[in-house]
């Protein structure tokens, strides 16, 4: 029975992180598609759209290293 307990929680305290989670979103007026944001990014998460730079918030491991790279300012937490 501890066992089974144990698992759930687990599971449990996944999702909750998951969900807890705020995935950078880029600015696409602000963004001048330099494509720095998407050099620097660990996870791969940004790519090229049609006029700026997108991120994927499945793949965006919140590390902030777009937004620290990105000269102006157009990335922020979501």
């Known amino acids: 029975m501890f066992r ?4 759930e929680s687990r599971s449990r305290s ?3 992180e ?14 001048t598609a330099c494509g720095a944001c998407a050099a ?3 996870s791969e998460a940004i790519a090229e ?7 994927d918030p499945e793949q965006c491991n919140d590390c902030d290293a777009c937004t620290v790279e990105c ?3 157009a ?4």
Not at 49 to 55: F, S
Not at 75 to 78: G, N, P, Q, V
Request: net charge positive; hydrophobic share 40%.
């Open 4 to 7: 089974r307990w144990s698992v």
């Open 40 to 42: 620097v990014c660990p």
């Open 14 to 16: 996944k999702t909750k």
């Open 71 to 73: 000269p102006v300012e």
């Open 18 to 31: 998951r969900s807890s989670r705020m995935p950078h979103v880029i600015d696409a007026e602000q963004c």
């Open 49 to 55: 759209g049609v006029d700026a730079y997108v991120i």
């Open 75 to 78: 990335i922020s937490a979501a």
